[in-house]
């Protein structure tokens, strides 16, 4: 069995011990579309696990691409059921958790929402015959929780503290007019240092823009408002930045000042590694990034020029941080 994913929180038990199988991807799109791929040369059935809230990167491979070859293939998706109605949930999963049943009608995907972990088990043991594809639904807490196991390469590295990094960027804030803090912990991070309000949700501060859905999609919010002359600045992770790696490789005077911190793992999701554990890398890719190893390195690229740089960061030792939202 081959698991293409975007690993997910709510099926982390059942991703962990299976991690000689698990293909990990960039984003939900690349995931569907190679499982498309694999399941066609191999013959076998491909394994999607990803969740609801990146459903809608998996939507327009599944329907342009898959959809193509249904009738040759055989594929089983899981999918975490985040902001499942009845189950209270984060705010920006509410949408798509009351839609994401919808979704799958509409693509002519049957689903089903096993009650127990015992029925989920005997829903993975089912076979799915060529031409189908069918869907499990998972709601958060269903599955037993997974141990976290061990850290990654990258992360056992000689690293900043993120608490630390933190602090650095607030005693720069007045140098902003706008922060960006991506979906996870960087936003909690922030929101727990700082105590600043979502802008245009719970407060008439514009400051800080907490993107806790769009994963991948902060740094194209801050080239926005770096286009419209206000002072910029990217906190993203490394997760985060390389689902659509694409939005950072633009004109130098394009780009708003950016932070990526980088601990290889997608941390709040399970912990687990990126699909590449070399720093060196996302600096070779990223136009003019810097790396960034110190914090008084912090402070001069914070005051200076320079448009990304790449923090390596240890994994938090706290994970329970207040939530912006």
């Known amino acids: 069995m081959k698991i293409f994913t975007v690993p997910d929180s709510t ?20 995931a569907a579309t ?36 249904r009738s040759r293939i055989s594929m089983k998706i899981v999918i975490g059921w985040r902001g499942a109605p009845g189950v209270k ?12 049943p919808v979704l799958l009608e509409t693509l002519d995907i049957a689903y089903a929402v096993p009650d127990t972990e015992a029925e989920f088990a005997d829903r993975m043991e089912e076979e799915v015959k060529t031409g189908e594809i069918k869907a499990i639904l998972v709601r958060p ?8 196991g061990e850290t990654s390469v990258a992360s056992r590295k000689i690293a900043l503290d ?42 008439d501060d514009r400051s800080v823009i907490y993107n806790v859905g769009a994963m991948g999609f902060s740094y ?17 992770g490394d997760g985060s930045a390389l689902m659509h790696f694409g939005s950072y490789v633009k004109d130098e005077h394009l780009r708003p000042k950016c932070l990526v911190l980088f601990n290889g793992q997608h941390e709040s999701v399970g912990g687990f590694d990126l699909p590449f554990q070399s720093m060196e890398t996302m600096i070779a890719h990223i136009p003019n990034a810097v790396q960034i190893t110190g914090l ?3 402070a001069a690229f914070l005051r200076g020029e320079g448009r990304i740089g790449i923090v390596p960061t240890a994994p938090r030792s706290n994970k329970k941080l207040k939530r912006p939202l």
């Open 11 to 30: 099926t982390s038990s059942f991703l962990k011990p299976r991690k000689e199988d698990l293909i990990i991807t960039s984003c939900e799109g690349e």
């Open 34 to 69: 190679r499982a498309t791929v694999w399941a066609l040369e191999s013959g076998q059935t491909a394994v999607l696990a990803i969740q609801n809230s990146g459903l809608g990167n998996a939507i327009n491979p599944l329907t342009s691409f898959t959809s193509l070859y």
């Open 296 to 298: 008084d390195e912090l």
């Open 220 to 236: 194209a919010m801050g080239l926005e408002l770096h286009g419209q002359g206000l002072r910029t600045l990217v906190v993203d």
């Open 162 to 203: 993120s608490d630390e990094v933190f602090a650095e960027i607030l005693r720069h804030k007045d140098m902003f007019d706008r922060f960006v803090l991506s979906t996870g912990y960087n936003g909690r991070q922030f929101y727990s240092h700082s105590g600043m309000e979502a802008a245009y949700l719970n407060t």
């Open 141 to 148: 807490g269903l599955l037993s929780s997974a141990d976290d």
């Open 89 to 100: 949930d984060e705010v920006q999963h509410g949408v798509m958790g009351a839609i994401t």
